[in-house]
C-alpha cells in the first residue's frame, strides 16, 4: 500500500462548508467541493491543478487554479491570470491539510479508536496561535475580528489499510466582528482517491493568462 505522507504525486476531493450566524439571526454561508491533483510533491519540478465549485454568500462559485514552472494560475469570474510564486508558498494555497501527528500532543483533549476509524478532540483555544485570524473575517478597517474564542476542534480519521483515506474537521469560532458577535461553523473534509501515477492536463492557453 502506498503511503498518502511520502506520495510523490496525490489526488485528493476536499467540501468545505462554512457557516456565519450573525446577533439579528442573519446566515450566510459557502459549500464548495475542489478536485486537487499535485505530482513531484516537494520538488522543484512539483505542479498542482484544482477544480473548485460550489457557491459562496449566495454567489455561484467556480475557480480553476494550477501551478506549473514556478507560476501560478488563476481562472476565474471569466478571468484569468498569473503570478511567480515560490513552491513554497504554494503547499497553503493547493490546500492539503497537514498530517494530524503535526498537531502539538499538548493540544490533545481526547482520543479514540473504533474500527479503522480514529476521533481526536483538540482544545481549540490551545490553538489560537496555528490560525490566522483575519482568514475568518475582517473588520471596516481590515484588521480582522476584534476578538476570537475557538471552540473544540473535533476530527475524524478514516483509514484504509493503515493509510489516510479520509480526514473530517469541524469546529465553532465566535468572534466579535464591528463591534457585533458572529459565530463560524467550518467543517472540512478531504477524501484521498489517488496516490502516485497521477497525470495533470493543463489548459492549452496558459501562456495567454495575464500576469501580474
Known amino acids: 500500500m502506498k503511503s498518502f505522507n511520502n506520495a510523490q504525486s ?6 468545505v462548508k462554512s457557516y456565519r450566524t450573525f446577533s439579528d439571526g442573519q446566515k450566510l454561508g459557502s459549500d464548495i467541493t475542489a478536485n486537487i491533483k499535485q505530482v513531484n510533491i516537494g520538488e522543484e519540478d512539483a505542479e498542482m491543478a484544482s477544480v473548485a465549485g460550489g457557491y459562496d454568500l449566495g454567489q455561484t462559485y467556480d475557480a480553476k487554479t494550477y501551478y506549473k514552472d514556478g507560476y501560478f494560475y488563476i481562472s476565474m469570474e471569466g478571468k484569468k491570470v498569473k503570478m511567480h510564486m515560490p513552491l513554497e508558498e504554494v503547499a497553503g494555497i493547493s490546500d492539503i491539510p ?41 473588520s471596516d478597517d481590515g484588521t480582522g475580528p476584534d476578538d476570537m474564542d475557538i471552540g473544540d476542534i473535533h476530527i475524524t480519521v478514516i483509514l484504509d489499510n493503515n493509510e ?15 463591534g457585533q458577535p458572529v459565530i463560524i461553523s467550518y ?13 495533470i492536463t493543463f489548459p492549452s492557453d496558459l501562456d495567454s493568462y495575464e500576469e501580474i
Open 187 to 199: 467543517d472540512r473534509t478531504m477524501k484521498v482517491t489517488k496516490i502516485d501515477n497521477i497525470t
Open 164 to 178: 489516510l483515506n479520509t480526514l473530517n474537521y469541524n469546529l465553532s469560532v465566535k468572534i466579535v466582528e464591528n
Open 10 to 15: 496525490c489526488e485528493v476531493n476536499i467540501n
Open 98 to 138: 497537514a498530517p494530524i501527528n503535526d498537531w502539538p500532543e499538548s493540544t490533545i483533549k481526547n482520543q479514540q479508536v473504533k474500527g479503522n476509524t480514529l476521533y481526536f478532540t483538540l482544545d481549540g483555544s490551545a490553538l489560537s496561535s496555528f490560525i490566522d485570524i483575519s482568514s475568518l473575517g475582517s
